[in-house]
């Protein structure tokens, strides 16, 4: 008997010591699996972290890159200042970098003033610019979508000259991110795919909307929402990634940010290569030798993640207008409108010839010679063409109102006392969109430089008015842009031969030309306002002058 109960107390100690030994090796084994669990939880998050630090790195690259087209020079997804070190014209001076965002929006605004205005002409010019503002954001687009690809063969540059590798920048960002965490240092990177598209939900550009905003031709429910948060950052801006039509023609802005950021990666969505695109997107997978679970000793994580490149504020000013009369004008053309739609303006081609070879006459060099682009032309299309150039310096500043309100008022046909001629008439927008317009004492740009590559057309009896004959001239400094296309100085606008006494004192451009000079230190220095930011250059004259009787 008591060896029995001996042997049933041995029996009860086995057992215990047995279900002890199953419950520590399953307790072992639960904290092993939270152990490895709490591992692979933060290991996971530290990929993620290195997946979005790549994307960043990515889109920042992107944002780098400065392409050189052949109608509007050194563009980018970005405006920039003109301190690139190979963005340099032929006369050794920095050309600015423009924003695709700055072109696009351009575009759609000064179309929109051109079909307030009524003349043909001038729309028809509107809508050549904004096909021009379309072909270069594809262009730009598939560029930054060919410079995320792994080997891609074309070469990327900035605006220093240096050159570009966003693929290779944002895969060495990973693998030093992932080599700074020691769970994941002997990590496998098994994909990693870079990819360029938009927001599903649209998102915001940095181009301001247009003012006032009841002639912006905005969709409803954009036009809705910028009426309700007009105040803040996004409802001043056009939205991205969304159609925004005007008189049957596509517009189309990209998404960029204040600073380089992260978006969901849900609201991404693939664009292709008919419609420009910003966002980054990085698709990443990885294989460790941790593991969650005793049955396997790899573990392949994925993620993705998205990034939005950031943009720079456009700083470029406007240029100038001068329109000179110096016989006076005819009775029925007193205001821009009148130029722009007069019907006798239209009824004689002329050919439109460029400065070659050097700014004509002043370099030995220079000839004219005609335009291969554009053998004929009316003396109206011209003026209409110059005016736009013109509004297209000023980017997205003019108020569109303040244009249309210039365009029809009276010029300031001022006489000089007991000459019987008149004053030049200069315009130019200001920063704030309106148009200041004022007639000066002489015309700082009266030595008739034709900017090499720039256009002048010399038009003999082309008006007839008042039982008259008048001859058109007119001077287009920025018609073309770029070193491609727009001459050693790349269609920046023409600088003042003279001082600028003549512009009245307390005027806007008097205030802002001075404060320019005392900040540069260059107060009546005029070589050195050389500058492509410095306001007040010229971009376009157009001249009436010498009636003769008509026979």
Known sequence: MRTHCREAKRNRKGSIIVIALLLV?????????????????????RYQSANEAAALAAASEVGRIVINDPHYGFIGLSDASPIGKATIAGDGEALPVTGINTIVATARLDYIIAMGTGSNDLIEEARLEAEEANRAALVLSNTVRAALQKNSKQKFFDMNGSEIHPYEKSIAVFKTNLANHSFLSDAKVKEFHLDLGGLKRGGYSNAPLPKPLNFAELPPEYMKRALNDSN???GSSYPSFVNLPVDGLDFY???????????????????????????????????TGLSPTMSTNKLTLRSSSCAMPNYARDTAPSAALMITFPDGLPAKLRSIQDLLTERCMDQKNVTPMLAANGDFPMDNTAMLKPDPERKLSSTRRQLCRGFLHWLRTAHTKPNIESVWNYVNSPLKSNQFIGSGRYKPVMAIVLNDGTIFSESLTDNPFSNQTVYDGQE????????????????????????????????????QPMPPARSWSMIPEHTPLKQIIAT???????????????????????????????PKALN
């Open 25 to 45: 090796a399953v307790l072992a084994f639960t904290l092993l699996s939270m152990v490895q669990w709490g591992i692979t939880m933060v290991s996971h998050f």
């Open 232 to 234: 803040s950052v996004s």
């Open 253 to 287: 802005l990209i998404g960029l940010g204040e600073q380089v950021s992260l978006v969901s990666t849900d609201d991404y969505i693939r664009m292709g290569n008919d419609k420009p695109a910003s966002i980054v997107k990085l698709v990443t997978s990885i294989e």
């Open 456 to 491: 002048y057309v010399l038009a003999f009896d082309s008006l007839i008015a008042d039982s008259k004959t008048w001859t058109v001239t007119s001077r287009d400094l920025s018609a073309k842009l770029g070193t491609i296309s727009g001459g050693k100085h790349g269609g």
């Open 516 to 546: 320019y000079e005392s900040r540069r230190g260059i107060e009546g220095d005029i070589e050195k306002l050389r500058s492509a930011y410095v306001p007040g250059r010229l971009a376009f004259e157009f001249q009436i002058a010498a």
